[in-house]
């Protein structure tokens, strides 16, 4: 088969823009060449099913193509990640330019499915994931895969396909199916393939990272510390975790190792215990604040993120107080804030005491107007500070402005060469908003 062009559109999470190097990946050791949309002969797409309003862009998106197909210029549809996983089948029975749908745990499989769609033109192909527990993961061992990806400074690896939680609100369960860890040997070849290429900085990905290993005899405090251990390697992150599962000797490992970013997300998804059992988060809120607190008290300079929803079926005022209350005592650096969006298929969309949905954005709006203050408080007692920054691209408005990261996760603009791109530089804090950091090379 001759060389193909083929491009990559990706809507939603970092597990979704992972699932995008995948796909590049697996193409590019084809031989076939990553191009623009309007050059393309395939357009991969990948999204989160997690967000309806992510679902809803997807659907969108796909649509779209009935003009160039109508106009003859026809290329090659493919939907793939867990987004395929829960609207494939419609959208194969929708879309007749849609040729190719693959679940998560199919990526793998792509290009022999796409090289059978050009011999067979007629065919289309699906590939969603029917055992939960079958993966068909990329072949790094198999001489010539180099590992293509978005930003040459920063990666991902993902270190656990799926998860067993079953929050009652969440469909990624039923879209990338049980938890199963990826074996450490995978992981520590893809990191050094990613090392030796100039990646500065990996986060280590999964739905729930601290689980990681029970399935295989392993856990994740061990992984992190050989990650951190490596030759080269000068950042270390991970995401996501769940409070249950983030145990001392985790806060331990973040603690001992200098390569490992003094920075959490640790989603509390409410402050209200009565709604943390209905969600089947198994803590209370006194035990998230534990944790919380050792970590603190072990990570001096720790920034710390949380997930947090509002308007779950039967939240009272009290509980959504509860939640408030919760962000003015731990005080965040940030909150993923969302409003209840109920997804087929999970236990709470047919939960009792559905809330309208006007409520739940009041309640979103005013509990983003707290956040907003306590983060602009939080990012202007920053100011005067200096703190080693990983320059990773152009800020995205204004000339010659640079952005990078603080270890803790903040974001920070300044002005700069590019010749700075992928370096450390240091940086003094000059001023602050609520949403990055501006700053003096020094
Ligand atoms: S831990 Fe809960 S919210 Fe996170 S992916 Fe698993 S089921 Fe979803």
Known sequence: ???????????????NVYDADRVRTVLSSRGWEEVSEDEADIVMITGCSVRAKAEQ???SELGLYDVSWQKNQRPLVALTGCIAQRIG???????????????????????????????????????????????????????????KRENKYKAYITIAHGCDNFCTYCI??????????????????EAEMLINDGVKEITLLGQNVNSYGKDIGLNFAWLLEKIARLNGIKRV?????????????IINVMANEETVCPSLNLPIQSGSDRILKLMNRKYSYAEYL?????????????????????GFPGETDED?????????????????????????GTPAATMEGALPVDLRLKRLMTLNELQDKITLELNQELTGKIFEVLVDGPAPKGENLLQGRTPSDKVVIFEGSKKLLGEFVNVEITSAEAWCLHGVVK
């Open 1 to 15: 088969m001759t060389a193909k062009k083929f491009c990559v559109k990706v809507y939603g999470c970092q597990m």
């Open 57 to 59: 862009k997807v659907w």
């Open 89 to 147: 089948e419609k959208a194969l029975n929708r879309f007749p330019y849609v040729r190719l749908v693959a679940g998560p745990r199919h990526i793998g499989l792509l290009p022999d499915a796409i090289e059978q769609i050009y011999s067979h033109p007629k065919s289309r192909i699906n590939l969603l994931d029917t055992d939960p527990r079958e993966f068909h993961s990329l072949n790094f061992d198999s001489d010539n895969i180099t590992i």
């Open 172 to 189: 990624v369960p039923y879209v990338r199916g049980r938890f199963v860890s990826r074996s450490p040997e995978e992981i520590f070849s």
């Open 237 to 249: 992150r991970f995401v996501t975790s769940l409070p249950q599962d983030f145990t001392e000797d």
């Open 290 to 310: 534990e944790k919380i607190n050792l970590t603190r008290s072990k990570i001096p300079g720790l920034g710390l993120t949380t997930d947090l929803i509002v």
């Open 320 to 344: 959504f107080n509860a939640s408030m209350n919760a962000l003015r005592e731990i005080k965040f650096d940030l909150v993923h804030s969302a409003a209840y969006s109920e997804r087929d």
